[in-house]
C-alpha cells in the first residue's frame, strides 16, 4: 500500500523527539532534517519539500511550544495540520451543473485509468444519488478502449454511447449530448482519448471537445505510481486545458506516494477522487485531513 515506507520514516523522525525530556530548537531541526529526507525519498517534489519544511519548522521552534508540557504532540499536530494543507485542506465536490446534465469529461494519459474511473464514478453517483448517466466513448483511436467502456457499462447497467472509430469525436459528442437530453440523464461523462505521452493533436481534439461541449467539470486522471512524471503530466495538462480537479489512481500500489503530496500544491487544483484498486467499487472522495491521518500512521 502506498505511504508505508513514508510513514514508517515520518514516525520514526518523530519518535526521536518523544524520547527527550524538553525539546530543544536543534531537535526540532533534526525532526525536520529526517523529515525532509523521508519526503525526498518518497518523491515528494523538491518545491513542495522546501514549503512544507519551513512552515513546519517554523511553527515548531515557537518558545511556547517548547515550553509546554507535551511539546512532542504539539509538533505531531502541526506536521499534521500543515500536511493536510498541502494537500489541499478540505474535500472539494464534484462541479454540477445547475440543470441536467452536468457534463463531466475525463483526460489523461493511456494506462492511467481513465476508463476504469469513469465506470467507478459513475457507478458511485448511481448508487449514492440514484443518478442516471450516460458514458460517451470519444477515443475514436483504440477499439479496444471503445469496447472496454462497453463491458463496464454493461458490468453496471449504465447507457454507453459510441459511433465507433471512424466519426469525429467532437460529433461524437454532440451526438451523445442529444441522446442524453432526449433521455434526460442526469451525468454525461466523456471518455477522451489518452496518448503515451502529451502531444499537440490530443491537446488540440481535448480542446476542442472542451470547447464544444463546455464541460462543468475536466477530471484528469493520473497514476500515483508514475511518482514525478505524475506530476509534470499534471502540469501540462492544467496548462493546456485548465483542469478543474485530478483523480489520482492507483493508490493502492507499490508507490511512495509523491504525486499525492506535490500535485495540489504544484497545479492549484483539487484531488477530488483516488482509485485504490481495480474493482469498479473501488473509488474513494479524496478527504486531505483523512490521508494526512493515513500517511503519518
Ligand atoms: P486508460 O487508458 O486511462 O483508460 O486506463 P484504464 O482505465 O484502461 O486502466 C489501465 C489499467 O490500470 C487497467 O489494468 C486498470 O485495471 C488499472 N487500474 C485503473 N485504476 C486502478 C487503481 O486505482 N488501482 C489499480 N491497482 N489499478 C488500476
Do not use: C, W
Not at 494519459?109 to 457507478?123: D, H, I, R, W, Y
Not at 454525461?188 to 481535448?206: C, K, Q, S, W, Y
Not at 492549484?268 to 474513494?284: A, H, S
Amino acid at each position: 500500500m502506498a505511504f508505508e515506507s513514508l510513514t514508517d520514516r515520518l514516525q520514526v523522525a518523530m519518535s526521536k523527539l518523544k524520547k527527550k525530556g524538553t525539546v530543544k530548537e536543534e531537535d526540532v531541526k533534526e525532526m525536520m532534517r529526517e523529515i525532509r529526507l523521508a519526503l525526498l525519498e518518497a518523491d515528494v517534489n523538491l518545491q513542495v519539500v522546501r514549503g512544507f519544511t519551513k512552515r513546519v519548522g517554523e511553527r515548531s521552534i515557537g518558545v511556547e511550544i517548547l515550553e509546554s508540557l507535551n511539546p512532542t504532540q504539539q509538533i505531531v499536530k502541526i506536521v499534521d495540520e500543515e500536511l493536510t494543507k498541502v494537500l489541499g485542506s478540505e474535500a472539494v465536490e464534484l462541479n454540477k451543473s445547475p440543470k441536467i446534465p452536468t457534463i463531466v469529461m475525463m483526460v489523461g494519459l493511456q494506462g492511467a485509468g481513465k476508463t476504469t474511473f469513469v465506470g467507478k464514478l459513475s457507478n458511485f453517483l448511481k448508487k449514492n444519488e440514484k443518478a442516471r448517466p450516460l458514458l460517451i466513448a470519444g477515443d475514436v483511436y483504440r477499439p479496444a478502449a471503445i469496447d472496454q467502456l462497453k463491458v463496464i457499462g454493461q458490468q453496471l447497467d449504465i447507457p454507453v454511447f459510441d459511433m465507433g472509430t471512424d466519426t469525429d469525436p467532437v460529433e461524437i459528442v454532440r451526438r451523445g449530448l442529444e441522446q442524453a437530453k432526449e433521455n434526460k440523464n442526469d451525468y454525461v461523462f466523456i471518455d477522451t482519448a489518452g496518448r503515451l505521452h502529451i502531444d499537440e493533436p490530443l491537446m488540440d481534439e481535448l480542446k476542442r471537445i472542451k470547447e464544444f461541449a463546455q464541460p462543468n467539470e475536466i477530471l484528469l486522471t493520473v497514476d500515483a505510481m508514475t511518482g514525478q512524471d505524475a506530476v509534470t503530466v499534471a502540469q501540462s495538462f492544467n496548462e493546456q486545458l485548465d483542469v478543474t480537479g485530478v483523480v489520482l489512481t492507483k493508490l493502492d500500489g507499490d508507490t511512495r506516494g509523491g504525486a499525492a503530496l506535490s500535485i495540489r500544491a504544484i497545479t492549484g487544483k483539487p484531488i477530488k477522487f483516488i482509485g485504490t484498486g481495480e474493482k469498479l467499487t473501488d473509488v474513494e472522495v479524496f478527504h486531505p485531513d483523512r490521508m494526512s491521518s493515513r500517511i503519518l500512521g
